[in-house]
């Protein structure tokens, strides 16, 4: 086992209290202007930008700097006509046969149902794999720890640094999602976490009426 090194902390910039609050105040407003979007247009995104937020993501908090994820950008036509048909078909079983009623009933103010044409539609598909080992240089297997949580954060970090560049996401997760290892040909040891639709809202995009919990609803301080 490797010996624990250290260097100084010399990136860290403290801000006077009240830029501090500022600050926290222009975050949260930019933060609440982030919607999850379903209508793409579908011009391609800077590969830089995409590059970047990946690089954000990749920055995450997570156990032990085992970094438990793998990020597959999608573009190639093909390749997301062929998750949109995967995803369609788990989509059919779910909205018809697998999915409890009170679950239908809880997305039926979203407008949404097993047709994903913005899988299609969109530029880009990031999808987010979760490994459960990482692989050695001599080809053994490491288990990975937290791998849920770690992957759960950088995640986190993706869609807010993708809002950030001044593009839109959705997130989705297709059940079950193995077939999406075949058609990227990723190894059973990777596990599809998410699918993060990214590009430009389309001219006509639309979003559903929501509110979001209030502070009360959401924090306790002790």
């Known amino acids: 086992?490797?010996?624990?090194?250290?260097?100084?902390?010399?990136?860290?910039?403290?801000?006077?209290?009240e830029e501090m609050?500022?600050?926290?105040?222009?975050?949260?407003?930019?933060?609440?202007?982030?919607?999850?979007?379903?209508?793409?247009?579908?011009?391609?995104?800077?590969?830089e930008a995409?590059?970047?937020?990946?690089?954000?993501?990749?920055?995450?908090?997570?156990?032990?700097?085992?970094?438990p994820w793998h990020f597959v950008v999608v573009s190639d036509p093909d390749l997301k006509r062929q998750i949109r048909e995967g995803a369609e078909k788990e989509g059919r079983e779910l909205y018809h046969r697998r999915a409890p009623q009170e679950w239908l009933d809880r997305l039926a103010h979203l407008g949404t149902d097993?047709?994903?044409?913005?899988?299609?539609?969109?530029?880009?598909l990031i999808v987010i794999f979760a490994q459960i080992y990482s692989l050695l240089?001599?080809?053994?297997?490491?288990?990975?720890?937290?791998?849920?949580?770690?992957?759960?954060?950088?995640?986190?970090?993706?869609?807010?640094?993708?809002?950030?560049?001044?593009?839109?996401?959705?997130?989705?997760?297709?059940s079950p999602m193995g077939f999406i290892n075949q058609i990227l040909g990723r190894p059973s040891y990777e596990k599809p976490y998410l699918i993060l639709v990214v590009g430009y809202p389309a001219e006509d995009a639309v979003v559903p009426v929501i509110t979001k919990k209030s502070l009360d609803e959401i924090i306790t301080f002790r």
């Open 1 to 17: 086992m490797p010996e624990a090194q250290f260097v100084p902390l010399a990136t860290y910039r403290e801000y006077p209290p």
């Open 21 to 47: 609050v500022q600050r926290a105040s222009d975050f949260r407003q930019e933060m609440q202007r982030r919607r999850t979007v379903r209508f793409f247009a579908s011009r391609p995104v800077p590969r």
């Open 50 to 67: 995409i590059e970047d937020c990946l690089l954000v993501a990749g920055s995450a908090p997570n156990g032990a700097n085992l970094q």
């Open 114 to 124: 097993e047709n994903k044409p913005y899988l299609e539609q969109a530029p880009l």
């Open 137 to 174: 240089p001599s080809g053994e297997r490491m288990k990975n720890y937290y791998v849920t949580e770690s992957v759960g954060i950088a995640t986190g970090m993706l869609i807010t640094a993708i809002h950030h560049a001044g593009l839109v996401s959705l997130t989705y997760t297709p």
